[in-house]
Every structure is written in structure tokens, then in C-alpha cells.
């Protein structure tokens, strides 16, 4: 029993390495499927981007302004009357 289970083990080795070996396809560079999903992600990521660096910028803009009494006020909500 154990000389049978040694032979099918070589032969199934036998047999399943070539096909192992020949199993992986050749790599021509990315498919246009591959290319259009990473072209969608990255316009995705740029439409996101684009109102966070504009909200950013403005608020370092307010925070080095030289009128800082009225920023602060409109950002608590305060009024000069008072």
C-alpha cells in the first residue's frame, strides 16, 4: 500500500508540474478593463482632492489674515455692534 501511494504520489508530480509551469499566462502589459478601473478610481481620487485643497487653502488664508478680530467673529457669530 505504501509503495502505491509513492508511485501516485511521483506520477501525479510528474504529471502536474508542466502544467504548473505552463499555467501562467503571459504578461503583455494591463488589459484596457484594467487601465479604464484604474482611470476611473484616479478621477474619482482628483474629484475628491479638489474641494479639499480649496477648503484647506481658504481656511489658512482667514487664519493669516490681517483683519483676525473680524474672522473670529464671524466664525463664533459675534457682531461689532456689540
Known sequence: MKKMSNMLCAVSLAVATPVLAA????????????????AFFGVLLVLQLVPGVVLLFSM???????DKKKAVAAVTGQSDKD
Not at 23 to 38: C, D, L, M, Q, T
Not at 60 to 66: A, G, M, N, W
Open 23 to 38: 499555467s501562467a499566462p503571459e504578461s503583455s502589459g494591463f488589459s484596457p478593463v484594467v487601465i479604464a478601473f484604474f
Open 60 to 66: 489658512l488664508k482667514e487664519l493669516v489674515s490681517s
